[in-house]
């Protein structure tokens, strides 16, 4: 596992925290490590629209140019 040597600071309602914070204690996790998997998963997801929308428009590019 990689070194935790940066801190995220973010604003937000209390009772949001409050929830967030008791719901991890009821799975027995940090609410830090739930975090880190949520921001983990975004980046993934993110990464994968991207190869997926790059794809899309190298796949529909030569049908544009055909219609031109």
Do not use: C, G, W
């Not at 027995?28 to 899309?56: G, K």
Request: a positive charge; zero cysteines; glycine letters at 0%.
């Amino acid at each position: 596992m990689k070194a935790k040597d940066s801190v995220f600071t973010i604003k937000l309602e209390q009772d949001l925290r409050d929830a967030f914070v008791a719901e991890a204690a009821l799975v027995d996790r940090p609410a830090s490590s739930i975090m880190r998997d949520l921001m983990r998963d975004y980046v993934e997801r993110r990464r994968l629209a991207r190869r997926n929308d790059s794809a899309n428009v190298a796949e529909l590019e030569p049908r544009r140019q055909a219609s031109l």
